[in-house]
Structures are given as C-alpha cells and as structure tokens.
C-alpha cells in the first residue's frame, strides 16, 4: 500500500530549525527532494538530484531506506522536544 505525505504542508511546517539542524547534509538533501515541488518529479530526477548534491550514486532502494531512516529521526526528534516543552 502506498501512502502520499504531504510533507512540506504538514510535518516540516511544524519543526523547529533547531530539530532540521540536527540532520546530517545528506538527510537534509533527502527531505528537500522529498518535498515541495520535487516531490511531485519522478523518481529518476530525485536521484539524479540527489548525485549531483551529494556527488554519490543513489538507486531508489538507498532513496527510500535513507527516507525512512531519515523521517524517523525527526519523529524521534519531535517527540524529545514536545517531552522537554511539557517538562
């Protein structure tokens, strides 16, 4: 089952800069192809985007592993900062 995220409408909008700074360059890369106007383009212009920004070899595999990795970094993220605002 495939499920579309909105990411830059909804998630993203509600992070702290603090939280997007504590990604690595190449998760940062992968958020920005993730969202906005690229994540409308197909898959093989994310990847071609994402080698010239990292200057390595993506495949779609590594994309979509790299993603999750990624989005559950800033779920975890997201959950220590609303713990620390509640203490």
């Known amino acids: 089952m495939k499920i579309d995220i909105d990411l830059k409408a909804g998630f993203l909008q509600n992070l702290k800069r603090e939280v997007l700074a504590k990604l690595t360059p190449e998760e940062r890369a992968i958020i920005e192809v993730s969202t906005g ?31 999750g990795r990624t989005m559950e970094k800033l779920r975890e993220a997201v959950a220590q900062a609303e713990k620390n605002k509640q203490d």
């Not at 212009?45 to 080698?51: A, D």
């Not at 200057?55 to 595999?61: A, V």
């Open 37 to 67: 106007a690229m994540g409308n383009k197909p898959d093989a212009v994310k990847l071609g985007w994402l080698k010239m920004r990292t200057k390595e070899s993506w495949t779609k595999q590594r994309y979509t592993k790299a993603l």
